[in-house]
């Protein structure tokens, strides 16, 4: 894989927490929470491939294997000498989060997985959804697939923000965009879940409707987690939507 986009920002003496972002979005998600955040801890943020600032996926390449996503974020807290970091994930982000918890539990302090599941959508969906980007592109597509991100009350209240998230959307690479959908097609991580000795925890918005609280609820019971934070009048993205509640929620996970 070709180069990833990470930042690094805070006092490198203070705690790790190292933050996923959705598809099709990119670390600016994270932009709401930046300021509380550094109060606390050292910040990692990266861009998925073709998103944001990180290369893109050769279109020569072979479909993405089941680490290719986890692997070099744990090569890159290697090289930077971080042995336990914080994580917080949404939707792919999540799914990198729980491969985290299974797979490299010793890194973690804890895991807070958002809008997320176990196994999202259909393989059947997802394959569909990467030949029509192929065919038609993500600009075309933008406005389409970044209504169901958000609810109907987070574009009320907040009428700029289904149009910067179309933007950045249309400056996504397709072929790795399709290349992301193939994997999220491809992951089922049910029979890989399992109680888990780390904090985590998990949040959804209300009114996801891409990774509904019922579906995270069947996340909460296969990690026996007891409780699913559920956050009213949001749907995919808390962390753009709600920062405030997302921080407040983060600040009592994490302080425990």
């Not at 807290?77 to 989060?97: A, N, Q, R």
């Not at 807070?112 to 192929?134: C, F, H, P, Y």
């Not at 790795?176 to 992951?187: I, K, P």
């Amino acid at each position: 894989m070709k180069k990833l986009f990470f930042t690094f920002e805070g006092d490198s003496h203070k705690p790790v927490i190292v933050l996923g972002h959705p598809l099709g979005m990119n670390s600016r998600v994270w932009d709401g929470l930046m300021p509380e955040l550094l109060k606390q801890y050292r910040v990692i943020r990266w861009d998925l491939p073709g998103h944001g600032l990180s290369d893109s996926l050769e279109p020569s390449a072979s479909p993405l294997a089941a680490n290719a996503l986890v692997s070099p974020l744990i090569e890159k807290c290697d090289e930077l000498g971080i042995e336990k970091f914080h994580y917080v994930g949404t939707s792919i982000g999540g799914m990198i989060g729980q491969q985290l918890v299974t797979q490299y539990p010793e890194r973690l302090l804890s895991a807070t997985l958002t809008n997320t599941g176990a196994k999202i959508g259909s393989k059947e969906a997802w394959l569909t959804r990467q030949k029509d980007v192929m065919d038609q592109g993500l600009e075309k597509m933008a406005a389409t697939l970044v209504v169901r991100w958000f609810s109907e009350h987070s574009i009320q209240t907040n009428p700029s923000l289904a149009g910067f998230w179309q933007k950045q959307l249309a400056q996504v690479d397709d072929y790795s965009y399709g290349a992301l959908c193939e994997w999220l097609g491809n992951m089922d991580l049910t029979e890989d879940l399992g109680p888990c000795s780390l904090p985590v925890t998990l949040i959804c918005g209300e009114k996801d409707v891409a990774t509904t609280p019922e579906l995270m609820q069947t996340l909460a019971s296969l990690m026996h987690v007891k409780t699913l934070e559920i956050i009213n009048n949001v749907g995919h993205v808390p962390s753009v939507e709600s920062p405030n509640e997302l921080i407040a929620l983060l600040n009592s996970s994490l302080a425990n």
